[in-house]
């Protein structure tokens, strides 16, 4: 593969911004919980997931009351890069060769579905989301990948997409070789998640923010508590927090979470490269555009994937930046964002029934990267299953699939020896500083304080913030985000503030306050 032109190095901001999605749109105030209520079904979770299958219930006829912990649309969904495709990488050939032709035909035709669902409620509901039809392309730069962009271009022809091999894109740099899928989409989701929450609203159904859900007793009917002590009764109940809060179907142990950067610049509309593009080799890049109100594009590259709490994200941010303003006319980075995925074991989306037991507890989660389409399929699938009629892919993304686990055991051992690895790895590390007095303002570390482990971060006026470091999900230590200025989890990804606060999930539980006073003893540690 080429090296990329050598560039200056770009300085980036000590902070990431809030994405164009959430500056771009407007603010939401549902109201909390506030009383015990029943309905026929909770959704815990308030982005495209969860607001796609509470519309798809709500307009089936259904009572349905979502439990967002902080504001819809604005955590991972609101990170996005919103590609609207069924072009997830090089899916197709992998696809046939552990689905059969049969289950990457079901793969195609359900995310292609999803892709149009989007075009159809825009239309319906009358909102203007920015929707653009375009191609989407898998490229490389390397010669030697060429067969392999052939193969996955007849494989996913032969799923049904309208998929060809090509060598021209409209990058701005020569390509080896690319698998472009036409009939695709890119839109604004925050604009159509929030015309569809005021749609869900305007039909009966009930939408509560800032109600953070901390229990689960399934049953006949099932309940959901939220950490103010409040109970929705229902009976059904879907998670859709895009890692799940309850660990009952240990399904945390057949996904990986990744942290993916994004920065993104104005370029002028005749640099727009007429399309949405991945390449997946080494630090992986993705570009897209989106409309600005002068009429020039937002150039949006995404890249640099990392385990989180275990990368330089500064660094990482500079390369981002570096790779983007060598290869288009970017005048200014004018947002640095980070988003967060979670990687399914076998390669395919976990929607349907929450575990073997399950009778009316449903879950959506491990979309990958591929958010948009997965999340708009789970509200149509799970709708589907709720109200009795499973479409043909149901078995495809069955949470509860068994015929996958010996295919899946390779990758489920990796990914939790890396687990494992961090659990104990991290507790023997010795912490780069050996008091709290060491830490510079702006930045943060894990110091023992009265012989326990604590995350310790000093603001920018000199004052200490002390927490406990270990993660109230399974216990790993956090590990401190210069950047974006949080306490991330290693083992499965859950994000905290500086304050202790629960920024994602899985983790419900803030972390404990910790008192900076008192003897601090290098000899012990907490259990």
């Avoid at 059969?100 to 999803?114: F, M, N, T, V």
């Avoid at 708009?376 to 479409?391: D, M, S, T, W, Y």
């Amino acid at each position: 593969m080429p090296n990329d032109p050598e560039t200056p190095p770009l300085a980036a901001p000590p902070h990431t911004t809030e994405s164009h999605w959430l500056r771009t749109s407007g603010t939401t105030s549902y109201p909390p919980v506030a009383e015990n209520k029943t309905v026929d079904t909770v959704v815990v979770g308030g982005g495209i997931a969860g607001l796609s299958t509470a519309w798809e219930l709500t307009r089936a006829g259904r009572s349905v009351a979502v439990l967002e912990a902080d504001r819809i649309a604005s955590g991972v969904t609101g990170f996005t890069t919103a590609k609207l495709t069924a072009q997830h990488g090089l899916r197709y050939e992998r696809l046939r060769r552990t689905r059969g032709p049969e289950g990457a035909k079901l793969y195609a035709r359900s995310q292609q579905a999803a892709v149009e669902r989007v075009a159809e409620i825009s239309a319906e509901l009358r909102v203007d989301c920015e929707l653009e039809h375009v191609p989407a392309y898998t490229y490389s730069r390397d010669t030697a990948q060429r067969p392999a962009l052939r193969a996955e271009a007849e494989a996913a022809r032969a799923a049904g997409l309208d998929a060809s091999y090509v060598e021209v894109t409209g990058l701005p740099f020569t390509v080896a070789g690319a698998v472009r899928i036409d009939g695709q989409a890119q839109f604004h989701p925050r604009k159509y998640l929030l015309a569809l929450a005021a749609d869900i609203t305007a039909y009966g159904s009930t939408i509560h923010e800032r109600s953070r859900v901390t229990g689960l007793r399934e049953g006949r009917p099932c309940q959901v508590t939220t950490e103010n002590g409040w109970t929705v009764t229902a009976r059904d109940v879907v998670v859709a927090t895009h890692f799940p809060v309850f660990d009952r179907a240990l399904l945390f142990a057949r996904m990986s979470p990744r942290r993916e950067l994004v920065v993104a610049g104005p370029v002028a509309a005749d640099r727009d490269p007429d399309g949405m593009y991945i390449c997946e080799e080494g630090t992986k890049r993705s570009v897209r555009t989106a409309p600005l109100g002068d009429g020039s594009r937002l150039l949006i590259v995404t890249g640099e994937s990392f385990t989180p709490g275990t990368a330089d994200t500064a660094e990482r941010f500079r390369r981002l930046d570096d790779w983007m303003h060598a290869h288009f006319p970017v005048a200014e980075t004018r947002y640095r964002w980070a988003a967060q995925d979670n990687d399914p074991s076998d390669s395919v989306p976990l929607i349907g029934t929450f575990h073997p037991g399950a009778r009316h507890t449903f879950v959506a989660t491990g979309f990958g990267g591929w958010g948009m389409s997965s999340g708009v399929l789970a509200g149509r699938l799970i709708a589907e299953l709720i109200c009795a009629a499973p479409p043909p892919w149901t078995e495809l993304y069955d949470p509860r699939r068994l015929w996958s686990t010996l295919r899946e055991a390779p990758t489920m051992l990796s990914q939790q020896a890396e687990v494992a690895q961090h659990f104990v790895g991290d507790r023997l590390r010795t912490t780069h500083v050996d008091s709290a007095d060491e830490i510079p303002a702006g930045t943060g570390a894990v110091v023992r304080l009265n012989g326990r482990r604590s995350a310790v971060y000093r603001d920018d006026a000199g004052l200490c913030h002390a927490v406990s470091a270990r993660c109230t999900h399974l216990g790993c230590l956090v590990s401190f985000n210069s950047v974006e200025r949080t306490w991330e989890c290693p083992c499965h990804g859950s994000r905290f503030g500086v304050d202790g606060s629960v920024l994602q999930g899985p983790a419900v539980r803030p972390l404990e306050q910790r008192d900076l006073e008192g003897p601090h003893s290098p000899d012990t540690d907490e259990a």
